[in-house]
């Protein structure tokens, strides 16, 4: 308990905050309470995984294990707690309701469902829930940054995560990584996943990003941590070894590979609209269980491998 200074109790606190705001309403919107996660659903997201980075990095520094220095452990807590209070502080003041939703919906888009001028924002009240996950967020942001100033902090070196064994840049890690980015691209960004039609005849085509935000934010976070270990693996500095790595990016990809077929099988519409499924979505899906499959050959072909041992793919 001595390595945690008053810095990472606040953080600590920030966190509480920010996860008790998540079970609350935020706005109330023509009178209808919105829910943190579907009033909110990206920014809740945020604020959830600010909060999972926030506690991580404070048991880091406790445990003196941090693969960063102690101030850059508390500056990795701040930033995250800078970025979440601005999401939500921008939603604040142009909160996301009555936007218009336009022929082609893609991860970008001139309304207020996606980012619009505060005067374009429809009114909505705000809730307690939403300011105390602003208190969350600033308190995460503060506490981060006395902690990197404080002597504990400076004092503390980085720890290698670098596993024994390593492999380096193999066939099936670049699949993995190539897949991990085609399960976003195709399924998230500009593609089209559903084409619907509603009772009017109105015909609208959807990327996942906006119908979807859930599985939206696993697939962008998954992606990016696969890229960043299929990195560090290329740099001969990878966190697991072989048949760990392989077994942890399986794991990731099953999970996205599972909610994407999960939105193939059950869209996310109402019952009275009729809902296509689009080849971005089979694509989306076929790029991720390429991942999984990848991974999988990945951790299985060298499972056995000894350090120092001549790799041969």
Same mark, same amino acid.
């Given at each position: !308990? ?18 008790? =705001? ?10 209808? /309470?919105?829910?943190?996660? !579907?009033?909110?659903? &990206? ?5 959830? *995984?600010?909060?999972? @980075? ?8 406790? &445990?003196?294990?941090?693969?960063? &220095?102690? =101030? ?19 939603? !604040?003041?142009?909160? /996301?309701?009555?936007?218009?939703v336009p022929d082609h919906v ?15 924002? %429809? ?15 600033? =308190? +995460? ?18 720890? =290698?995560?670098?596993? /024994? ?15 991990? @980015?085609?399960?976003? @691209?195709?399924? *998230?960004?500009?593609?089209? #996943? ?7 005849? &109105? ?7 906006? /119908? !979807? ?6 697939? *962008? ?6 890229l960043l270990l299929v990195r ?10 072989? #048949? ?13 590979? +599972?909610?994407?077929? *999960?939105?193939?099988? $059950?869209?996310?519409?109402?019952? $009275? ?23 999988? @050959?990945?951790? +299985?072909r060298f499972r056995n491998l000894?350090?120092? %041992?001549?790799?041969?793919?």
């Amino acid at each position: !308990m001595r390595n945690i200074t008053i810095g990472l109790w606040l953080v600590l606190a920030g966190v509480a905050l920010q996860l008790s =705001s998540l079970i609350t309403n935020y706005f109330s919107y023509r009178g209808e /309470p919105q829910s943190a996660w !579907m009033g909110l659903p &990206t920014t809740a997201e945020l604020i959830l *995984f600010c909060a999972v @980075v926030a506690a991580i990095a404070v048991g880091l520094a406790a &445990t003196r294990r941090s693969p960063l &220095t102690g =101030s850059s452990t508390g500056l990795l807590a701040s930033a995250a707690g800078v970025i979440a209070a601005l999401q939500l502080s921008y939603r !604040m003041i142009a909160p /996301p309701f009555g936007g218009e939703v336009p022929d082609h919906v893609t991860i970008l888009g001139n309304s207020c469902l996606f980012w619009c001028l505060p005067s374009q924002a %429809e009114p909505a009240q705000i809730l307690p829930g939403a300011w105390v996950a602003l208190a969350g967020c600033l =308190s +995460v942001a503060l506490g981060g940054l006395l902690h990197s100033q404080s002597r504990s902090a400076k004092q503390t070196n980085a720890v =290698s995560w670098v596993a /024994p064994i390593q492999t380096g840049l193999t066939p099936w890690l670049s699949l993995a990584a190539l897949g991990a @980015v085609g399960q976003l @691209v195709f399924g *998230f960004t500009f593609f089209s #996943f559903f084409r619907t039609i509603g009772r009017s005849g &109105t015909e609208t085509t959807w990327s996942g990003w906006l /119908p !979807m935000p859930h599985t939206a934010s696993w697939i *962008f976070v998954t992606a990016i941590v696969i890229l960043l270990l299929v990195r560090a693996a290329s740099r001969r500095r990878a966190p697991l070894e072989p #048949f760990a790595l392989g077994g942890l990016i399986a794991a990731l990809a099953a999970i996205a590979s +599972v909610r994407i077929w *999960f939105r193939i099988l $059950t869209p996310p519409f109402g019952p $009275t609209t009729q809902v296509e499924i689009l080849p971005g979505a089979y694509l989306s899906l076929i790029t991720a269980l390429l991942c999984l499959l990848a991974a999988i @050959v990945h951790a +299985v072909r060298f499972r056995n491998l000894r350090p120092g %041992e001549e790799i041969r793919t």
